[in-house]
């Protein structure tokens, strides 16, 4: 009975599992000791959060007014982000919200070129060039993994397909979990709604990591 009242997953209850599983994985990575069986139990766990974000950038791309604006809003959180991100990393590498623009600007570009698969395998060539140049988090894969969810949108199979092809070497357990939830959205977008709540969810990026790191020095 209960199966049959329940009408699936929203984009709200995705991004919500989204970032409780990439908060599990970042205080695993950054606060806990390497290789322990809570450690490796933790970041599988976290593992479903990036399938979700990309699985979520191209359904608001789908629904946005101005994809500009989209884009401003994603370098604008990448930006803030950037400080708390080398406080904990130092080093030559980029926040994910780098990883979503440049995976929103080969969508759009696709969009843009309409069905000339030759162009669109240079430019997805060319922005998956830019993100492992830059060293933006999961480089090329994270833009792959985009774009197929974009040129796949309807066939829930070759999105899962490729999902494994392009990010089996960050954990293929963690990765199905994250497709299986992806699975489960019925379209609707939830409980988070307005320009604020979508802010404050972005700005929780960096705010967790702002957390992340008073509790590391704190606790010395």
């Known amino acids: 009975m209960v199966l049959e009242q329940w009408k699936g997953l929203s984009g709200s209850a995705l991004k919500a ?14 606060l806990m000791e390497h290789g ?22 191209v359904e ?4 946005t007014r101005s994809t500009r604006k989209y884009a401003l809003s ?5 930006l803030i982000s950037e400080i708390p991100w080398w406080l ?15 995976g929103l600007i080969a969508i759009e570009g696709m969009s843009k ?13 060319t922005i998956c060039a830019i993100a492992t140049f830059l060293h933006v988090d999961y480089e090329y894969s994270g833009i792959l993994l985009i774009c197929a969810f974009h040129i796949f949108q309807p066939d829930k199979v070759m999105k899962c397909l490729l999902a494994t092809l392009f990010m089996y070497q960050y954990g ?8 299986a939830v992806i699975l489960c959205y019925n379209g609707q977008r939830g409980f ?27 606790s010395r």
């Not at 904990?88 to 623009?101: P, R």
Request: glycine residues 6%; contains cysteine.
């Open 88 to 102: 904990l990393n130092h080093d030559n590498t980029h926040n994910v919200f780098f990883t979503l623009l440049l």
């Open 60 to 63: 608001g791309y789908g629904h």
């Open 36 to 57: 322990t069986w809570t450690y490796d139990m933790m970041r599988t766990v976290g593992r479903m959060a990036f399938p979700i974000f990309a699985f979520l950038l």
């Open 192 to 218: 988070i709604k307005g320009q604020y709540a979508k802010y404050l969810c972005y700005a929780y990026y960096p705010l967790h990591y702002i957390a992340l790191l008073l509790y590391a020095n704190f």
């Open 113 to 125: 070129i309409d069905n000339k698969p030759l162009l669109w395998c240079v430019l997805m060539i």
């Open 172 to 179: 293929v357990i963690g990765l199905w979990l994250g497709l």
């Open 74 to 78: 994603l370098l604008a959180f990448a």
């Open 17 to 30: 599992i989204a970032l409780v599983s990439m908060t599990v994985d970042h205080i695993a990575y950054y």
